[in-house]
């Protein structure tokens, strides 16, 4: 009997359901157009070994005012920001917080009145098992007036970015969604997260790998961590936040140049560590290291970047012995050079010559 | 739980019931949003009666395999080119009964990464419908169905579920000749194994072939961008892939740029291709081609891609002021050794979407079957002959009934008068071709190896072209020295779908054109040599004259413009004498 009524019932929900279900599925039709709309493909440097030259942007105010993922890509004079009509517009940085991920870019075309997110009435929160839609050029696979990406997903967590230098390498390390979609791809950094009504959640962040696990994690910085950098830095009147004077001044006890090594300019992301010169009669030089060796090991561990080694040797024990391994050619090279005397609190560097 | 966003009147309307059928059951037992249960149980019926379609393959080597799709109770079944290539002529298929089918390579399209195969032993395949991927929009709910890793071992298909993230897509070669145009891209989890596999819309249509995703850092597994080949641009080279050919895209003989003001102008053009000959030139724009407009580059390539070479498409362009709208006929886009051959070497890979590899894990070993070893018949440029036989028979079937032509051996003499009021004598014999038209008098040798000539001038070679006709009704496959069946195609890029035949004789090639229906021959087009213009001959009407049936009209056009349209009076065969 109870079976009999649960059947009738089911039925009679399947009937009433099916007009509005009909209703929902044209509604996400539309919503996915308003935001691709509302989304921009960037294009700048990069283009050489895994570096995508492209990213994506969303409109943040009609003037042509677009937010995206602070990276390498933004790099250059040349930034240009495709519309979602295939109209393409030169762009410049109008500010940027490293910290957050975050830039803001002025397109160069006053003319323009462009469909907006609205960062006070079309933004939402959500938790976990919200269902979500990820917009972005990732692949660079839309072209001109092609419209972005969209993939569907489900908010896995709201929780902070638990970022371990060697690990998780971010510079965002605030409070993220997690999504269990692939979100982070190749260029998707700075296109956006949205529940399926539309409603804008965050910013897709840069690809992050665990490189101890070869495992990636998927993230978009939440739209309410944003929102006022964003306005003040439209508004002209944004600072960027400091870091920690702790570690800046921990990063600082030793510099490469005090080696005698001078390094590539560290203008990417993840600039190769390659010796650029070396300064004469330098304990570098006394180690034999040469201009074009790729710095791979510091006290046995990886580098990955001039940043990292800088950050390694920033903190290295005073005196003793610092062990490189760098790659010359084919050949792996080990060297040695003795480390100077220092006192525990350095003073504050007094130049900018490693400034990130 | 939040699952679903609703509008309020849909909202209202089912807690209302909620709250009926609540006053009588226990809470528990509607937990659940009814609108999910219902979405479920849809999903669940489309997943388990589309299983039923979705085909394991494995090559004979027992070295790979991917996945199929069955489209015919006959057995016929579509799948990667890549899948296919390893997979040797002959291959073991795993359906979701759990039973194993050998299966025979039909036709394949190695540019479009498409392979057409036949399951054998069953009449009463279930199998998938045919979708239209037009109707797909960005955000539209798919599943994909196929043997992800190897994983199945009782052939059940794993089915992941995703939506439309992209239409329309352009993905550029892979570092061979593989290129996926107009594609869909999916997040519908897409991984080796999948190739070739079934994209079924959300009511179970099949909407296209998945083998492709796009990878980079994070290895060749799934990475939330999959491609699937439309079912439409399949279509479109169904008829050529069941003809058991090697079959081939196209190119216009023109590549196309963006300017700076976001048109799409030509940038280079082959002097002896049809667009150049129809007057397209360096920085013409192009405003549409085969009836869509064009916007961008992908978009120029994205219409090309999905056409077999041969087809006729209209261009339209514009110089300064001046539009012109034109047809053509599509040229072939590689050379036959690069199709037959391996990937082409040298070419760097661009980035973007790469093909699936085949998923590699031991399955079941099995030789060529005896039995139906007389499927398969070798012949280069095919991938097996012994279906252009079938398809060859099938077309011809319906020459018949024009009646007994093969003692029409002696000369034909077809009087009357064209639709402008002229009249004309057509003398169709062994040693040459004669036509007095308008006080004059044109003459095709054809002993002594006479070359074929442009008579009368414009013609596109009429006269030789009614050789080749007599040829072909008298003689069949004997008056040629090649002879195969094509696929269809549109008769003049917009009519009805055709079967075509092709002959060739010397450099002569021609195309015989048959209505799909009745087979009824249609006409031809005769081209004297490659990259010159085509006399193209259409048949209408009948006249009945000694049991065998004649055309009424012979509508003969070239280049673009009508040379005559003869009406046909009588016709008089001069039986026995050759001259």
Redesign the interface.
């Known amino acids: 009997m109870t079976k009999r009524i649960l059947t009738s019932s089911f039925l009679l929900l399947l009937t009433l359901t099916w007009a509005p279900s009909l209703a929902v599925a044209q509604s996400i039709h539309s919503t996915i157009q308003r935001v691709q709309q509302r989304t921009v493909k960037v294009f700048g440097a990069g283009g050489i070994r895994r570096l995508h030259a492209y990213s994506t942007g969303f409109v943040v105010s009609r003037q042509g005012h677009v937010a995206t993922v602070w990276s390498h890509v933004l790099d250059t004079d040349e930034l240009t920001v495709v519309l979602a009509d295939g109209r393409k517009v030169r762009a410049k940085v109008l500010g940027a917080e490293p910290q957050l991920d975050l830039a803001v870019l002025e397109l160069q075309d006053k003319e323009l009145d462009l469909p907006a997110w609205d960062l006070e009435a079309d933004v939402s929160d959500a938790g976990p098992g919200t269902r979500v839609l990820g917009f972005s050029n990732m692949f660079k696979v839309a072209t001109g007036d092609e419209m972005v990406s969209v993939l569907h997903g489900v908010v896995a967590a709201k929780a902070p970015l638990a970022t371990r230098r060697g690990a998780f390498e971010s510079s965002y390390e605030g409070t993220a969604f997690i999504v269990d979609a692939v979100t982070n791809n190749p260029g998707a950094g700075g296109g956006v997260l949205t529940t399926r009504a539309g409603r804008l959640l965050g910013m897709i962040g840069k690809e992050l790998r665990n490189v101890e696990s070869n495992t990636w994690v998927n993230y978009a910085v939440p739209i309410s961590e944003l929102k006022q950098p964003i306005q003040e830095i439209i508004a002209g009147k944004y600072r960027a936040r400091q870091r920690d004077p702790d570690e800046t001044n921990a990063v600082a006890r030793y510099r490469p140049l005090e080696f005698g090594i001078v390094l590539l300019p560290d203008v990417l992301f993840r600039t190769p560590a390659f010796i650029d010169g070396v300064q004469p009669g330098s304990a570098a030089a006394r180690a034999g290291l040469q201009p074009d060796d790729l710095i791979l090991f510091i006290n046995g561990d990886l580098v990955q970047s001039c940043r990292v080694f800088k950050q390694r040797l920033g903190r290295i024990d005073s005196g003793g012995v610092l062990k490189l391994t760098v790659r010359r050619g084919d050949k792996l090279v080990p060297v040695e050079l003795p480390v100077p005397e220092k006192p525990e609190k350095p003073e504050k560097p007094a130049t900018a010559g490693d400034k990130k | 739980?939040?699952?679903?966003?609703?509008?309020w009147?849909?909202r209202s309307?089912?807690w209302l019931?909620v709250v009926v059928?609540l006053a009588?059951?226990p809470p528990a037992?509607f937990a659940v949003d009814?609108?999910v249960?219902?979405?479920e149980a849809k999903r669940v019926e489309v997943a388990s009666r589309l299983a039923t379609s979705v085909v394991a393959i494995f090559s004979r080597g027992g070295r790979g395999g991917g996945s199929g799709v069955l489209i015919s109770s006959d057995g016929y079944a579509l799948t990667n080119f890549h899948v296919t290539r390893g997979a040797g002529t002959f291959m073991k298929c795993g359906l979701s009964d759990g039973k194993l089918y050998d299966a025979v390579i039909v036709g394949i399209d190695p540019t479009g990464d498409v392979a057409l195969i036949k399951l054998l032993g069953r009449d009463d395949f279930p199998h998938a419908t045919l979708g239209d991927s037009d109707t797909l929009?960005?955000?539209d709910w798919t599943f994909a169905m196929g043997n992800p890793f190897l994983l199945a071992t009782d052939f059940q298909p794993t089915v992941t579920y995703?939506?439309?993230?992209?239409l329309?897509?352009y993905?550029y070669p892979a570092g061979t000749i593989l290129e996926y145009t107009d594609c869909i891209?999916i997040?519908t989890s897409i991984n080796p194994g999948n190739s070739g596999g079934p994209l079924f819309s959300a009511n179970g249509q099949l909407m296209g072939i998945n083998g492709r995703g796009?990878f980079?850092?994070?290895g060749r597994v799934?990475?939330?961008?999959g491609y699937a080949i439309s079912i439409n641009q399949i279509k479109l080279f169904m008829d050529h892939l069941r003809s058991g050919r090697v079959v081939d895209h196209a190119t216009l003989g023109a590549t196309v740029t963006?300017r700076e003001d976001?048109a799409v102008v030509v940038d280079g053009i082959l002097d002896e291709s049809e667009a150049y000959r129809r007057g397209l030139r360096e920085g013409d724009e192009i405003i549409s081609f085969g009836g869509r407009s064009v916007?961008?580059?992908?978009?120029f390539k994205n219409i090309l891609g999905i056409y077999p070479k041969g087809w006729k498409l209209p261009l339209v362009f514009r110089r300064g002021q001046v539009r012109t709208e034109t047809l053509l006929r599509l040229r072939a886009l590689h050379r036959a050794s690069e199709l037959t051959g391996s990937p082409r070497p040298g070419r760097r890979p661009r980035?973007?979407?790469k093909p699936m590899p085949p998923a590699r894990k031991r399955p079941p070993v099995a030789k060529p079957p005896e039995k139906y070893k007389h499927l398969y018949v070798k012949k280069q440029g095919f991938a097996n002959y012994y279906f252009n036989q079938q398809e060859q028979k099938r077309v011809l079937s319906g020459m018949s009934r024009l009646g007994d032509f093969t003692g029409a051996k002696g000369a034909w003499v077809l009087v009357g008068k064209t639709a402008a009021g002229d009249a004309y004598q057509l003398t169709v014999a062994d040693v040459g071709v004669g036509l007095s038209w308008k006080q004059k008098v044109y003459f095709q040798e054809l002993k002594n190896a006479a070359e074929p000539l442009d008579e009368p001038k414009g013609s596109g070679g009429l006269l030789y072209a009614m050789h080749m006709w007599r040829s072909f009704l008298a003689k069949r496959k004997k008056g040629f020295g090649e002879f195969f069946y094509l696929g269809s195609e549109p008769l003049d890029g917009a009519g009805v779908r055709v079967d075509v035949l092709i002959t060739e004789l010397g450099n002569v090639r021609c195309r015989w054109y048959f209505d799909c229906k009745q087979g009824r021959l249609l006409g031809f087009d005769s081209q004297r040599e490659e990259e010159t213009d085509e006399c193209e001959v259409r048949f209408s009407g009948d006249i009945d004259s000694g049991g065998r049936h004649w055309p009424k009209t012979i509508r003969v056009s070239s280049g673009g413009g009508l040379v005559a349209s003869f009406e046909v009076e009588t016709v008089t065969l001069k039986v026995g004498a050759a001259q």
Not at chain 2, 162 to 166: A, D, E
Not at chain 2, 222 to 225: D, I, K, L
Not at chain 2, 295 to 299: A, E, I
């Open positions: 739980m939040r699952l679903f966003e609703r509008d009147l849909f309307r089912a019931v059928v009588v059951l037992s009814p609108a249960l219902a979405a929009k960005v955000g995703g939506i439309v993230s992209g329309h897509r993905q891209q997040d796009s980079e850092k994070r799934n990475s939330g961008a963006t976001g916007r961008s580059v992908n978009q980035p973007g979407g």
